[in-house]
């Protein structure tokens, strides 16, 4: 099945350079164009080809080989959170937070929370480690090499072999002011540096102060319970707020253990709010608070100054992608960082069959049309996932094809109108087949950093993919022809089958993840336009002037309008040659099997 010659940028998430092929620019190729069409128009209408696919075929023992190159690029995409026609946002949107926070690390950072509010009394605290802003780049390279060949006068089949390099840079800043976010980490534990023995000697002197203060607040009520104490202090004591305050300053001390840690190395918990930062001093003040209270007791084991040890500084991106690497924290997946791979694309295989031509297989009137001529194919093909797709544990990897197998059906007509116009419709359809891929199913649709307790292995059939296109071309001169490409693709959703038990584990409790949160932003519809030129032989080659039939096409196209969260705004350039060959049959040098 002669395939569409730009691939198609997706990213399952998501999407510089290096290498590749040299390329003429726009302006270049257009001021060309114009010089040549105001040759004279002497020579003979070029032959009925041109760049962009159409409905011939090849006679009986002919072949046709193409290969050439495709460059395409993209920072952006159509759709994004919500699918909302031409709304455009950076691929590095979904890299990008204001804050990271219970949300990321639920099973490190909500039991923070929750006990910092409590130990504060601010309700409305929220645990962040930074604001995180990612800047994402796609390339993609791809050379199709596609044979083929002409079974009988109106059946030729046909193989395409991609090679496929994919690129994606990704250049992410975490906390890029330095006073972004509130918590670190932990300096008790190995994660703080070498500081461990010292923040916990801090910590420990906290719960030795409140402990103090608690054991001689309570031995004073046991005093004051006696008949005619003598202790001064218990005139006017009471006993109920006495003990208020003891069970309150025990609480203080069993929050700030679990949080900060107070006893062996390794206790506490991975990240304790920021020296200097709200949360922090909101601690500070309480512990002081704490210690006023106590004095009016003229109790004073507790220091006014007393303080467990914050976090010395920020999390910076290496401390980001020790989070995402290691297992510790539970997403193991790979560090932040862009991605290359390279390897086959998708194989297709198809044969086509032309039904309809009103040059009735005549090379001299292909030449030279008249009127209106009509030419039409139908082709069915299977596309074989020999490309490898994403990889769950990689954040922005690019994948070389599907990896999923496929029915392709094709319809192809040319209509020509004279000598110098004539214009191709192309209806596709792809079928894929149902797979078993292995994925991370997230919690809701637009998380990233899926935990690998996640990972499954689920049933997938990827939507029906139905394309329109249009190539309309104008012949300059016998050799050179101008041309024209629009497509609309239109895909459906997705479906994403399994269902399975997560144990509770971290203080969060068993759930049960659905792979069908998979289906949502999976349909797309996207519109492509580009111009571009053709140089071709082929007349000159019939009528014994040319030694050499081949035709050489350039396009640089760009997606216009896109919605469902995965189209890309892509700009592709491509240059593409095709080469004919004799094998079998007619064996006259001016016959280039094309009808």
């Known amino acids: 099945?002669?395939?569409?010659?730009?691939?198609?940028?997706?990213?399952?998430?998501?999407?510089p350079r290096t290498g590749g092929f040299r390329l003429p620019s726009a302006g270049?190729?257009?001021?060309?164009?114009?010089?040549?069409?105001?040759?004279?128009?002497?020579?003979s209408a070029q032959a009925v080809l041109g760049g962009g696919d159409d409905a011939t075929v090849l006679r009986r023992g002919r072949a046709r080989i193409r290969i050439g190159g495709i460059l395409e690029t993209a920072t952006e995409r159509f759709g994004g959170r919500g699918g909302a026609l031409r709304q455009r946002e950076p691929i590095g949107a979904d890299a990008s937070f204001d804050s990271l926070g219970v949300g990321f690390l639920p099973t490190f950072l909500q039991p923070v929370q929750d006990t910092l509010r409590a130990l504060t009394g601010t309700s409305g605290y929220v645990a962040s480690l930074g604001q995180l802003r990612s800047d994402v780049r796609v390339d993609v390279q791809t050379i199709p090499f596609l044979i083929e060949y002409g079974v009988l006068d109106r059946l030729t089949v046909s193989a395409l072999l991609p090679y496929v390099r994919t690129r994606s840079s990704l250049n992410p800043v975490f906390n890029p002011t330095g006073t972004e976010g509130t918590l670190g980490f932990n300096?008790?534990?190995?994660?703080?540096?070498?500081?461990?023995?010292?923040?916990?000697?801090?910590?420990?002197l906290v719960a030795q102060q409140l402990t103090a203060a608690t054991t001689a607040l309570r031995a004073l009520v046991t005093t004051c319970a006696a008949p005619n104490p003598t202790d001064p202090r218990c005139t006017g004591f009471s006993a109920s707020a006495a003990n208020a305050l003891a069970a309150e300053a025990a609480a203080v001390q069993s929050r700030i253990a679990y949080v900060y840690g107070t006893g062996t190395s390794g206790s506490g918990r991975a990240f304790v709010p920021i020296a200097g930062t709200a949360p922090q001093r909101a601690v500070e003040a309480r512990l002081a608070d704490l210690s006023r209270r106590?004095?009016?007791?003229?109790?004073?084991?507790?220091?006014?100054?007393?303080?467990?040890?914050?976090?010395?500084?920020?999390?910076?991106?290496?401390?980001?992608?020790?989070?995402?690497?290691?297992?510790?924290?539970?997403?193991?997946?790979?560090?932040?960082?862009?991605?290359?791979?390279?390897?086959?694309?998708?194989?297709?295989?198809?044969g086509t069959v032309q039904w309809l031509d009103t040059f009735h297989g005549s090379e001299q009137a292909r030449l030279a049309p008249r009127g209106l001529q009509l030419r039409s194919s139908v082709t069915a093909g299977y596309r074989v996932g020999a490309g490898s797709g994403d990889f769950p544990k990689y954040w922005f990897d690019i994948p070389t094809?599907?990896?999923?197998?496929?029915?392709?059906?094709?319809?192809?007509?040319?209509?020509?109108?004279?000598?110098?116009?004539?214009?191709?419709?192309?209806?596709?359809?792809?079928?894929?087949?149902?797979?078993?891929?292995?994925?991370?199913?997230?919690?809701?649709?637009?998380e990233l950093f899926v935990p690998a307790a996640r990972e499954a292995q689920i049933e997938r059939t990827i939507g029906r993919e139905l394309q329109l296109e249009v190539n309309p071309r104008v012949a300059l001169s016998d050799f050179l022809s101008i041309w024209g490409h629009w497509q609309m693709r239109s895909k459906a959703a997705d479906e994403h089958r399994g269902t399975f038990e997560l144990p509770a584990a971290g203080g969060q409790p068993a759930v049960t993840i659905d792979a069908?949160?998979?289906?949502?932003?999976?349909?797309?519809?996207?519109?492509?336009?580009?111009?571009?030129?053709?140089?071709?032989?082929?007349?000159?080659?019939?009528?014994?002037?040319?030694?050499?039939?081949?035709?050489?096409?350039?396009?640089?196209?760009?997606?216009?309008?896109?919605?469902?969260?995965?189209?890309?705004?892509?700009?592709?350039?491509?240059?593409?040659?095709?080469?004919?060959?004799?094998?079998?049959?007619?064996?006259?040098?001016?016959?280039t099997g094309v009808r």
Do not use: H
């Open 1 to 15: 099945m002669p395939p569409n010659d730009l691939r198609i940028l997706t990213t399952t998430r998501a999407r």
């Open 28 to 43: 270049r190729a257009a001021a060309v164009a114009l010089c040549l069409a105001s040759l004279p128009a002497a020579l």
């Open 187 to 204: 300096p008790a534990t190995a994660l703080g540096g070498s500081g461990a023995s010292t923040a916990l000697q801090r910590n420990g």
């Open 294 to 350: 106590f004095g009016t007791y003229q109790i004073t084991s507790l220091a006014a100054t007393t303080a467990p040890a914050g976090a010395t500084a920020r999390l910076g991106l290496a401390g980001l992608q020790t989070l995402l690497s290691d297992e510790r924290f539970g997403i193991a997946g790979d560090s932040l960082r862009g991605l290359v791979r390279s390897g086959s694309g998708d194989i297709e295989l198809a």
């Open 401 to 446: 094809g599907t990896g999923v197998d496929a029915f392709l059906f094709r319809s192809a007509t040319d209509v020509v109108f004279g000598r110098r116009f004539w214009a191709s419709a192309i209806v596709r359809v792809i079928q894929p087949r149902a797979d078993q891929p292995i994925v991370r199913i997230p919690a809701t649709p637009d």
């Open 516 to 591: 069908s949160v998979l289906d949502v932003e999976s349909e797309a519809r996207e519109q492509r336009a580009g111009l571009g030129l053709s140089y071709s032989t082929l007349a000159a080659y019939t009528r014994g002037k040319a030694s050499l039939p081949l035709e050489v096409s350039w396009l640089y196209r760009r997606t216009l309008s896109g919605e469902g969260g995965q189209v890309l705004r892509a700009s592709a350039t491509q240059l593409m040659v095709r080469a004919y060959l004799r094998v079998l049959g007619d064996r006259t040098r001016n016959v």
